[in-house]
């Protein structure tokens, strides 16, 4: 069975710093990744998804995603975070042909603090 | 467009009864799939329906059923309550075409809890 795995559970940023979440996951065959956000008091929503071609995905609100196929990565980057980034973000991974079915990794708390 | 709505939004049960929860999709989309939130074990798939067949189905016993009717409204039930099912789950919907993955839209969940 799939698995993912986000390493960072709790992040804490200032304003304008750097972003990087890890995003690993095991699946032998084409898998479509996506990220998740839950704003506080918010339902979850896709932040960004691939499927194939580039492996550089853009996604809402500035944040962007690299896949690498030989290290099972789908890392989540956004260049400079702000106060409203702050939320739980989601890596998780759909095996092509298993219809809708998502495997979430385990979230990654992230504040912001202003 | 509305989105999707859960009901009810809050639940209180006790060790050994039943729950049903209720899942209405956004207008037009026929595929619903459900997830248990925990905070332990996190995010984990329990079923997905589309066109009121059981397309899908999670790690979970068989006391987690659900169905599918033909206006794609769903409900799942868990039956013979325990402590450990104490959860938020969550419904999402999509259009559900086959043999491709399309895009699904979360409901604010359903809070169970169970004492």
């Known amino acids: 069975a799939q698995s993912v795995s986000q390493h960072n559970h709790h992040v804490i940023l200032s304003e304008a710093a750097s972003l990087e979440l890890g995003c690993n996951y095991s699946?032998?065959?084409?898998?479509?990744l996506f990220w998740y956000v839950q704003y506080p008091g918010q339902h979850l929503q896709l932040l960004l998804k691939y499927f194939s071609g580039d492996p550089l995905v853009k996604g809402i609100k500035g944040f962007e995603a690299e896949f690498i196929k030989s290290k099972f990565s789908f890392n989540l980057r956004k260049p400079s975070v702000q106060w409203s980034d702050t939320a739980e973000y989601f890596c998780a991974v759909n095996p092509y042909n298993a219809g809708n079915m998502l495997t979430f990794g385990g979230g990654t708390r992230l504040m912001v603090k202003p | 467009k509305a989105g999707v709505t859960q009901t009810p939004r809050y639940l209180i049960k006790t060790r050994g009864q039943q729950v049903t929860l209720s899942c209405s999709p956004i207008s037009g989309h026929r595929s619903v799939s459900w997830y248990q939130q925990t905070p332990g074990q996190g995010l984990q798939f329990l079923f997905e329906y589309f066109s009121e067949t059981q397309r899908n189905k999670g790690n979970f016993p068989g006391r987690f059923s659900g169905r599918q009717f033909s206006n794609s409204r769903s409900e799942m039930n868990v039956s013979t309550l325990e402590l450990g099912d104490s959860a938020l789950y969550l419904c999402?919907?999509?259009?559900?075409?086959?043999?491709?993955?399309?895009?699904?839209?979360f409901g604010p969940g359903t809070r169970l809890t169970v004492l």
């Open positions: 699946y032998g065959g084409t898998v479509n």
């Open positions: 999402a919907s999509s259009l559900g075409q086959v043999f491709s993955y399309n895009e699904q839209f």
